[in-house]
């Protein structure tokens, strides 16, 4: 049933907000109840101290003997008791400090008066609380059933539970003595619980109207976050079927705008790694057929006797070289892949530079003749020791100043410079030769790209040189880089960690400690 984000979400906020009206409707129905009878009960206290006035009148008049005027007395007296008993939905009660009933707004009947009278034929109030009362002036509210009294079955359409209000009220008697009068006032909890009922009604409503109002905002909202979400997993489902230039358009600045862009990103990463895998299958490719195709034809024409055989030494010659070049080439294929997988461990040794360029020098010497190149090295101190693997860098050396003899035109010059910053070594090899164009300068370092189209100007290169050399610079946690103006030759610059220097004695540097 739950299967998608936009079901999901629904039905989480539609659980939060049935649960978030449940318990404010509970706690509303715990504080209405006591907030409701409170306000009640302050109701009939009030109501008590009216009723009280109108009875001071009357025994006000009592004491004067008018009776015409006790006569009108009377009747205000029982008049308002009635009407305060409608307005306050409430049986009124004025009790004597023996508890006795002195006048009510209600007509009790014969047979309830009948079981709570006396010998003296007056009805006696059942409550317990009434010593109390006549001690001092008091109020006492209780909610019950007024020690049985309202279980009769007389009043069983209000239930058997009221409240009651009972206030003392001190009078002087005629004979000069003090003497308390109670006045009760009695309203059914129903009555009470009715306008609880009526709060509770108003706030089911109004539940009601927000939750279909959330229904609709939550239906919007949900269907805003999850129509997001399907473009990507659209997406997604496109890439993975391999249409990699398939990308989302999601402008939000929240997480799942985040969560697009680094969707996008990765996108443009496989494309990347895409466009990559099958570049570099048509390089190798390419490298691999170009001399397999001499090598097989060469081979075969001296089998089938189309090359003559006081040729066949030369062209062996060449089948040689073609099948070293393939030994290269796989050679350095498999080490860049030991590289990347992190398989190459580096042998890490304290040794001069400036002695490992002099070597490579050497090692190149020949081609240096050959082309007639000038060599101007410029070591800033005689001995420049650093912390790296001596071998791999040799490598890194070897390539670049093979690049730099490849595409220098005879004649030119090759500088080496070494020299300190900080805590690092920089060497530089650069040349006069032809130069990079600016928007090749990133892709010199992919492998087997050549910025000469035809593939280079000789054949003993494999295009891996300088990735390799990248990676062997990486694994050292340094860098290197390349700057280059056409036809002013380029300048490749990497730096290494200087060794540090204890009592004439070279070790490896603090940091890596």
Known sequence: MFKTIFTKLIAI????????????????????DDYVTEEKASTLEIAASWVNRVFENYLDLLDLNDYVNVAA???????????YGNYFESYIWIVSQDGYLFRSNWDMPQLIANKYSD?????????NSLPKLVQSEATIRTVGDFGGFFKDPYFSEHGDIW???????????????????????????????????????????SGAVAMGAAVVLIYFFSGKLSNPLKQIKYAASRISNGEFEKRVNIKSRDEVGELAKAFNHMADALQSIEEMRRGFVANVSHELRTPMTSIRGFVEGILDGTIPQEKQNHYLTIVRDETNRLNRLVNDLLDL???????????????????????CVIKLEALLLEKELIVDADFEEED???WADQDAIERVVYNLMHNAIKFTPAGGKIGLITCRHKDVTEVTVKDTGIGIEPEELDMIWDRFYKSDKSRGRDKTGTGLGLAIARNIINEHGQTIRAESKPGEGTTFVFTLACASRENDEYTKPEAYD
């Open 163 to 205: 409240l009651t209000v009972a206030r003392s009220f001190k009078y002087k008697a005629a004979n000069g003595k003090d003497t308390m009068v109670i006045i009760y006032l009695h309203t059914p909890v129903e009555e009470v619980k009715a306008v609880r009922i009526k709060v509770l009604t108003y706030f089911a409503i």
């Open 337 to 359: 892949a030991r590289m990347e997988a992190g398989e190459i461990k580096l042998n890490f040794v304290v040794f001069d530079i400036n002695e490992l360029l002099r070597r």
């Open 13 to 32: 906020f539609l659980l939060i907000l049935t649960v978030a009206f449940a318990i404010a409707g509970f706690m509303l129905n715990f504080f209405l």
């Open 384 to 386: 420049m020791p650093v």
């Open 119 to 127: 010998e003296t034929g007056y009805v006696r109030i059942p409550d």
């Open 73 to 83: 007395s009377e009747l205000l007296l029982r008049d308002s008791l009635v009407n």
